[in-house]
């Protein structure tokens, strides 16, 4: 199917609501000769009127030549040859068109290892994962591409692969993940077709990289209906391969998920990964720990993250924040009260800890007092912790300066800096003819 879009079927997308460095990079690689669009999910969300996160542009410039184009780029990526633009603090994702692998680089398996395989503009439309992911814009002309329906899916409110369900998601298992992810976001039904095949491939789950893996759910934590997207995790049986030993409590995690979508409007750069980790995990931590009598909680939460922090290789830091925060909400669910209140103030995961506490909610469904206690918490930070920077750190005391000059020793420690009169000298060498 290849059709340019109907200017009726949707409103015009309004060229402002473009980044102007995004549109600088199609200028110039049309200056140059190629076409050059933008692709993905930007340009979904512009048709549906949401404000897109990123913009990728996709062009027949081949990776060296936009390289040469662009001074302020570089070369990236194994499997996916891509390059990015820096714009000061910014990047922008360009990729050239690709054509889907070829079955004989498959063999018996369709898993993709390499994609560097460059194509036409069709080609790389119909290699995409989703139809309302394989749409391009023609800044320039203002019209939307369509060569594999997603305008048709997109009036439909329906999420659906391009081509073979079942072949698709066999490429790449993570995209089980993101159908899940955008039907939430999105509010999208799930093509009956795709979720068919999303329960026979999810066992294909546990082959995917590790790192691709927890960035996928770090993006469903932090993204729109992040609820409703945890819920379709359990409902297609993704939590049984991935966090098997995660149990939380569905009405528990739905609240911590909403208040978290409540704090953060959606935008995954207001919260950190390890208050991600700790609100997917914190209700089944909470839960399994609160008859535990312990005199180290920090312990018992890190025997429970272990096994996850190993399997997805979760950054140190990561862990240890979310393992701190964790262990801290015991403490929080009294008044501050003495020495070890105050101590408490002055840890650099004092803040992070409060925070978790408002998404996961009092550990006692029957806690009256939990606001009130909240409340007086905030009040003794306040007034007990130095001031922090907005990040919730301590500022760090300067180390002392040495003092240069000093006494100077000799060896075994003997002191050389008294008066001259006190250091014999030893006998003159003998002169040298």
């Known amino acids: 199917m290849s059709a340019d879009s109907d200017p009726a079927a949707f409103p015009a997308i309004d060229r402002k609501a473009i980044d102007p460095d995004a549109c600088k990079i199609l200028s110039r690689l049309e200056e140059f000769g190629h076409r050059a669009y933008l692709v993905g999910g930007c340009v979904r969300d512009l048709l549906v009127g949401g404000a897109p ?50 079955e004989a680089d498959q063999g018996d398996d369709p898993y993709i290892t390499r994609d560097n395989v460059f194509g036409t503009e069709e080609q790389d439309a119909v290699r995409r994962d989703f139809t309302i992911n394989g749409l391009f814009y023609d800044v320039s002309r203002r019209k939307v591409i369509d060569h594999v329906g997603g305008l048709r899916d997109l009036g439909q409110r329906c999420v659906r692969t391009i081509g073979d369900s079942l072949l698709r998601l066999r490429e790449d298992p993570v995209r089980i993940l993101r159908a899940m992810r955008f039907a939430a976001r999105l509010r999208f039904e799930l093509d009956p077709e795709l979720t068919a095949a999303m ?201 002392r300066r040495r003092r240069r000059g000093g006494r100077r020793r000799g060896r075994g420690g003997k002191d050389l800096s008294g008066p001259a009169s006190e250091v014999r000298p030893g006998p003159c060498p003998p002169a040298s003819d």
């Not at 990123?54 to 184009?69: E, L």
């Not at 891509?82 to 714009?87: A, E, N, P, T």
């Not at 995690?253 to 979508?261: G, Q």
């Not at 839960?287 to 939460?301: F, H």
């Open 53 to 102: 996160k990123d913009f990728d542009i996709s062009t027949d410039a081949r990776p060296r030549q936009i390289r040469r184009i662009f001074r302020n780029s570089r070369v990236i990526g194994r499997r996916f040859r891509l390059v990015h633009v820096r714009f000061g603090p910014r990047i922008f994702e360009v990729s050239t068109f690709r054509a889907p692998p070829a």
């Open 199 to 399: 329960f026979e491939v999810r066992e294909d789950l546990r082959r995917s990289p590790p790192p691709r893996v927890l960035e996928e759910l770090y993006k469903m934590l932090s993204s729109h209906g992040a609820a409703r997207c945890f819920e379709l995790f359990e409902e297609l049986g993704a939590r049984e391969i991935l966090l098997p030993e995660v149990h939380n409590p569905p009405e528990r995690l739905r609240r911590a998920l909403t208040e978290l979508e409540v704090r953060t409007d959606g935008r995954r750069d207001r919260v950190p990964q390890s208050m991600l980790l700790a609100t997917l995990t914190g209700p089944w931590v909470l839960s399994v720990l609160k008859d535990v009598q312990t005199d180290d909680r920090e312990a018992a939460v890190q025997e429970l993250l272990f096994p996850i922090a190993r399997r997805f290789v979760v950054a140190r830091r990561d862990v240890g924040m979310a393992r701190q925060c964790l262990a801290a909400q015991w403490s929080l669910r009294h008044p501050p009260h003495g020495r070890r209140s105050h101590r408490l103030t002055y840890l650099e995961s004092f803040r992070p800890a409060l925070e978790l506490r408002r998404i996961l909610g009092p550990l006692d469904d029957d806690d009256e007092q939990a606001a009130e206690t909240l409340e007086a918490w905030e009040e003794h930070g306040r007034h007990a912790a130095p001031p922090r920077d907005p990040e919730g750190r301590r500022p760090r005391r300067r180390g």
